[in-house]
């Protein structure tokens, strides 16, 4: 029996003439990365769920407008997910509520099914450290170990070449052992 | 000596690497948490829209409705400027 391919060109130009269907699959296709990805730069689950409904909300209303060039359709909607991101972040700084380095790590809500997931010690002060670095810095990690992205795909995404992506990881990871000296986090658990 | 430090600062770089990928984990999504975010996202259909455009009936009474109430607020309005306006050069 031959597979039904998912051919993304196709359901794209579908889901901007409206069909409600054709969005559905990019949603089943996308929701997990997205939700990934803001969940990593916001540390939290509730804030993820809504940021990610926000996502595709945006996505829906504005699919529209999407015009393919060469840059694929998940880069689209990092980038509607990244600036998301930023006013959450920015919205938070300005009220000052918590500041970023306290955000929570793991999931304060009861009732999510995701709250099972949990960090050590040392993996919690990894993922602070994380949070602390400039957002370009983020997302690159994010889509490296999250996604299992290659330099080349991250490039797509991010908008740089693959010496780029690879330059700026290398300067990401020297960043990260330069603070992780500073604060003598011991990542060796002992 | 500088093959020595290379390696050190090499082994550091590997160091953190496993730890970012041992941290960096992909969050596993319910099905509910799909679903429920799926019913917070709406989608009209643009035939939808498109018929309720068609429905002559609907945008009759919707375009008379709007010009009865603008009619009205028109009315009071100078009711209003006729009786305070008159007070005023009384």
């Known amino acids: 029996m031959p597979e039904i391919e998912f051919n993304e060109e196709d359901v794209l130009i579908r889901a901007s003439k409206g ?20 969940y990593y730069r916001t540390g939290n689950l509730h804030d993820a769920e809504d940021l990610t409904a926000r996502v595709f909300q945006r996505a829906m209303n504005h699919i529209h407008n999407y015009t393919d060039r060469g ?3 998940s880069a689209w909607l990092y980038r509607i997910a990244h600036n998301l991101v930023a006013n959450w972040h920015r919205d938070r700084s300005r009220r000052q509520e918590i500041p970023l380095n306290d955000v ?32 370009e810095r983020q997302n690159l990690l994010i889509l490296k170990f999250v996604e299992n992205m290659s330099n080349a795909e991250i490039g797509q995404i991010m908008g740089r070449s693959e010496g780029a992506v690879k330059s700026l990881y290398h300067r990401t990871l020297l960043a990260l052992r330069d603070q992780i000296g500073d604060q003598n986090i011991n990542l060796d658990g002992e | 000596m500088t093959k020595r430090r290379n390696k050190v600062f090499e082994d550091q770089l590997d160091v953190i690497e496993a730890h970012l990928a041992g941290t960096l984990k992909r969050v596993p999504l319910s099905n509910d948490v799909i679903q429920r975010l799926h019913e917070r996202i709406h989608f009209p259909y643009r035939e939808e829209i498109a018929s309720r455009l068609r429905d002559w009936n ?11 109430v603008l009619l009205l607020v028109i009315t009071i309005a100078r009711a209003l400027f006729h009786l305070v ?3 005023q050069l009384g």
């Open chain 2, 85 to 87: 306006g008159r007070r």
């Open chain 2, 58 to 68: 609907r945008m009759f009474l919707v375009f008379g409705g709007v010009m009865s």
């Open chain 1, 19 to 38: 069909d409600r269907d054709a969005f559905g699959q990019l949603y089943g296709r996308y929701i997990d990365r997205i939700f990934n990805y803001v």
């Open chain 1, 104 to 135: 929570p790590v793991l999931p304060s809500r009861g009732d999510h099914p995701e709250r099972n997931l949990v960090h050590s010690q040392e993996q919690e002060s990894l993922l602070r450290l994380i949070r602390r670095l400039p957002p």
């Open chain 1, 71 to 73: 840059v694929p359709f």
